[in-house]
C-alpha cells in the first residue's frame, strides 16, 4: 500500500471552584463518583521528548481526558492560542486561554466540572490544532458520556499501485457503549468511485503496525479502549526482500559455518529474505561474532551502515506498513566485564575506579589506601 497513514494561575477561581465543590457537597447537588478515563499525563505533537515527562500519551483529537490530567505543550506565549470547554450546545463553561490572555506555561491541568452529571465520563477533545512547534492553537473540550467509545477509521491517503484507493464501509459503527457489541466490516476498495473486489486481500483492521497484533473483529475487541480509538486496514500488497550485511558492507552468508567480517547468523531460518506488506514479519534472528575472534555481543539490526546508531534505530521486526526491498546491517557492542577489587586488611578503593570494562577498553585505575 502506498502513502504514509500518516498561566496564568486564576487563583480566585480555583477558590470559587473549590468552594462550589464544597457546597455541592453539602446541598446534595448531584457530583460523579467516578470518572472513567485515567488521569495521565498527555503531550501534543511536535514537541521535543525534553518538553515532557517519560510516559506521556500523544494527545489527539477525540480522546477523553479525565480532570486532573496535565496536557504539556510548547511555549506559547509568542502564539494567540485558546483552550475552551464547552457543554454538548456548544456554550462556553470555563475558557482558561483566549486570544487575547496568551501569557501561557508549559501545561495544562484538565478543568473540574463542578456541574457535572452522573453519566459524565471526562473531557472529549473535540477539536485540537496545534502550530509546528508544538504550542496549542486552539482546543475545545466537551463532555463525553461515561462509557462512550469513539472508532475512527483511518483511510486517508492509502492506495495502491493500480490507483484504487482505501475507504471505510460506511456501514461500520462510529461509536459504541461499552459492554455493547458491534460487527466492524471489512475496508473497501475503490477505484473510479467503484468499489472493486479481489484486488488486494484484507488482513483486518488493527490498532498498530506490529505484526503479532491480532485484528479487531467487532466492538468487543476494543472494550478497554479510553474513550476513543483509531483504526488501520491492511491489506495483503506484494513481496519485498531482505537483505542482511555485517556493518563493514558485506553481505552475509547463509551458510551457518561461514562467517562474513566476523559475523554470521545465529540461525539463518529465522532470518527470511522477503516480507509480505500488509503482514510484516515478527522477531528477526540474531547475528553472531565470530566466537574464536573476539568478545562481542549482538545489539540488533538496523538499516544504518553506521556504528552510531540509537535504541530507535534498532529493527526487531518489520511492521505491517512497509513496502520497499530493505537492507539490514548487523550491529555488536564490546562485551563488558567486571571489575573486582581485593585490598589489604585497613585498605579501601579509590571512589573513582570503574566496576566494568569493555572489551579492548583502556582504562586508568586509582591508588587505595592498602596494598
Same mark, same amino acid.
Given at each position: 500500500?502506498?502513502?504514509?497513514?500518516?498561566?496564568?494561575?486564576? @487563583?480566585? +477561581?480555583?477558590?470559587?471552584?473549590?468552594?462550589?465543590?464544597?457546597?455541592?457537597?453539602?446541598?446534595? +447537588?448531584?457530583? #460523579?463518583?467516578?470518572?472513567?478515563?485515567?488521569?495521565?499525563?498527555?503531550?501534543?505533537?511536535?514537541?521535543? /521528548?525534553?518538553?515532557?515527562?517519560?510516559? *506521556?500519551?500523544?494527545?489527539?483529537?477525540?480522546?477523553?481526558?479525565?480532570?486532573?490530567?496535565?496536557?504539556?505543550? =510548547?511555549?506559547?506565549?509568542? %502564539?494567540?492560542?485558546?483552550?475552551?470547554?464547552? !457543554?454538548?450546545?456548544?456554550?462556553?463553561?470555563?475558557?482558561? &486561554?483566549?486570544? /487575547?490572555?496568551?501569557?501561557?506555561?508549559?501545561?495544562?491541568?484538565?478543568? %473540574?466540572?463542578?456541574?457535572?452529571?452522573?453519566?459524565?465520563?471526562?473531557?472529549?477533545?473535540?477539536?485540537?490544532?496545534? $502550530?509546528?512547534?508544538?504550542?496549542?492553537?486552539?482546543?475545545?473540550?466537551?463532555?463525553?458520556?461515561?462509557?462512550?467509545?469513539?472508532?475512527?477509521?483511518?483511510?486517508?491517503?492509502?492506495?495502491?499501485? !493500480?490507483?484504487?484507493?482505501?475507504?471505510?464501509?460506511?456501514?461500520?459503527?462510529?461509536?459504541?457503549?461499552?459492554?455493547?457489541?458491534?460487527?466492524?466490516?471489512? *475496508?473497501?476498495?475503490?477505484?473510479?468511485?467503484?468499489?472493486?473486489?479481489?484486488?488486494?486481500?484484507?488482513?483486518?483492521?488493527?490498532?498498530?503496525?506490529?505484526?503479532?497484533?491480532?485484528?479487531?473483529?467487532?466492538?468487543?475487541? +476494543?472494550?478497554? *479502549?479510553?474513550?476513543?480509538?483509531?483504526?488501520?486496514? &491492511?491489506?495483503?500488497?506484494?513481496?519485498?526482500?531482505?537483505?542482511? &550485511?555485517?556493518?563493514?558492507?558485506?553481505?552475509?552468508?547463509?551458510? $551457518?559455518?561461514?562467517?562474513?567480517?566476523?559475523?554470521?547468523?545465529?540461525?539463518? %531460518?529465522?532470518?527470511?529474505?522477503?516480507?509480505?506488506?500488509?503482514?510484516?514479519?515478527?522477531?528477526?534472528?540474531?547475528?553472531?561474532?565470530?566466537?574464536?575472534?573476539? &568478545?562481542?555481543?549482538?545489539?540488533?539490526?538496523? /538499516?544504518?551502515?553506521?556504528?552510531?546508531? !540509537?535504541?530507535?534505530?534498532?529493527? %526487531?521486526?518489520? #511492521?505491517? =506498513?512497509?513496502? @520497499?526491498?530493505?537492507?539490514?546491517?548487523?550491529?555488536?557492542?564490546? @562485551?563488558?566485564?567486571?571489575?573486582?577489587?581485593?585490598?589489604?586488611?585497613?585498605?579501601?578503593?579509590?571512589?573513582?575506579?570503574?566496576?566494568?570494562?569493555?572489551?579492548?577498553?583502556?582504562?586508568?585505575?586509582?591508588?587505595?589506601?592498602?596494598?
Amino acid at each position: 500500500m502506498r502513502g504514509e497513514r500518516r498561566k496564568r494561575s486564576n @487563583r480566585f +477561581l480555583a477558590l470559587v471552584l473549590s468552594f462550589i465543590l464544597a457546597f455541592g457537597s453539602m446541598s446534595g +447537588l448531584v457530583m #460523579p463518583e467516578t470518572v472513567k478515563a485515567d488521569t495521565v499525563a498527555y503531550h501534543v505533537e511536535s514537541m521535543d /521528548q525534553s518538553e515532557y515527562p517519560a510516559g *506521556a500519551i500523544l494527545l489527539k483529537a477525540g480522546m477523553v481526558v479525565a480532570p486532573g490530567s496535565v496536557v504539556y505543550f =510548547s511555549d506559547t506565549k509568542l %502564539t494567540k492560542g485558546k483552550i475552551q470547554y464547552k !457543554d454538548t450546545a456548544g456554550t462556553i463553561l470555563y475558557e482558561p &486561554y483566549n486570544d /487575547q490572555n496568551n501569557d501561557y506555561s508549559t501545561q495544562h491541568t484538565v478543568w %473540574t466540572w463542578p456541574d457535572a452529571r452522573e453519566d459524565f465520563g471526562g473531557w472529549r477533545v473535540t477539536t485540537l490544532s496545534v $502550530s509546528s512547534g508544538g504550542a496549542i492553537t486552539n482546543m475545545i473540550l466537551q463532555p463525553a458520556k461515561a462509557g462512550e467509545i469513539l472508532i475512527n477509521y483511518i483511510t486517508d491517503n492509502q492506495w495502491f499501485d !493500480d490507483e484504487s484507493i482505501v475507504a471505510n464501509d460506511p456501514e461500520n459503527p462510529t461509536s459504541f457503549m461499552s459492554g455493547e457489541t458491534k460487527a466492524i466490516r471489512d *475496508a473497501i476498495i475503490k477505484k473510479n468511485g467503484v468499489s472493486v473486489s479481489d484486488t488486494h486481500r484484507f488482513l483486518g483492521w488493527f490498532l498498530s503496525n506490529d505484526p503479532e497484533e491480532k485484528a479487531v473483529k467487532n466492538t468487543e475487541d +476494543l472494550a478497554d *479502549a479510553p474513550g476513543y480509538v483509531e483504526l488501520l486496514p &491492511y491489506f495483503e500488497n506484494g513481496n519485498y526482500n531482505i537483505k542482511y &550485511y555485517s556493518v563493514s558492507g558485506n553481505e552475509l552468508s547463509f551458510d $551457518s559455518d561461514k562467517y562474513v567480517d566476523h559475523v554470521a547468523f545465529a540461525d539463518s %531460518t529465522k532470518n527470511p529474505t522477503t516480507y509480505t506488506e500488509g503482514r510484516g514479519l515478527a522477531n528477526l534472528g540474531p547475528a553472531k561474532w565470530n566466537e574464536h575472534d573476539g &568478545y562481542y555481543d549482538f545489539v540488533g539490526w538496523s /538499516q544504518y551502515y553506521s556504528d552510531d546508531i !540509537d535504541d530507535e534505530d534498532i529493527v %526487531t521486526s518489520i #511492521p505491517r =506498513s512497509w513496502d @520497499r526491498d530493505i537492507v539490514l546491517f548487523a550491529h555488536f557492542a564490546p @562485551r563488558r566485564f567486571n571489575i573486582k577489587y581485593e585490598c589489604g586488611e585497613g585498605g579501601s578503593v579509590s571512589d573513582n575506579n570503574p566496576t566494568k570494562y569493555a572489551y579492548e577498553d583502556t582504562i586508568a585505575l586509582g591508588t587505595g589506601d592498602g596494598e
